[in-house]
């Protein structure tokens, strides 16, 4: 059964900064590149980044490019991300999903599993 789960999220000074963290079981890490999205109340999940299965690609949406940095430990079976200069408006529920193959990675319908999610507040 495989599972995604993540951990990191909290509440947070705008300016401050968190790591998220998402540790995958049940699959074989290095064979699914990995992602982030997130979701405010009221509004449609949204892409925030991906990143390849050898770690060697990323791609970031235009709102974090800059302020977030996706990485991840295929020993460790873990995807993260850095979140700096962190802004009222990327509160949200933050999710990591696996996907295979070549596909937009921004499109959250790639992706074949989810995690629960964990929840990223931003007081200003």
């Known amino acids: 059964q495989v599972q995604l789960q993540e951990s990191g999220g909290g509440l947070v000074q705008a300016g401050g900064s968190l790591r998220l963290s998402c540790a995958a079981s049940?699959?074989?890490?290095?064979?699914?590149?990995m992602g982030w999205f997130r979701q405010a109340p009221g509004k449609e999940r949204e892409f925030v980044a991906a990143i390849s299965r050898s770690g060697g690609i990323t791609h970031y949406a235009d709102s974090v490019k800059g302020r977030f940095t996706i990485s991840r430990d295929n020993a460790k079976n873990t995807v993260y991300l850095q979140m700096n200069t962190l802004k009222p408006e990327d509160a949200a529920v933050y999710y990591c999903?696996?996907?295979?193959?070549?596909?937009?990675?921004?499109?959250?319908?790639?992706?074949?599993?989810w995690g629960q999610g964990t929840q990223v507040t931003v007081s200003s």
């Open positions: 049940g699959l074989t890490f290095s064979n699914y590149g």
């Open positions: 999903a696996a996907y295979r193959g070549s596909v937009r990675q921004a499109d959250d319908w790639n992706y074949d599993y």
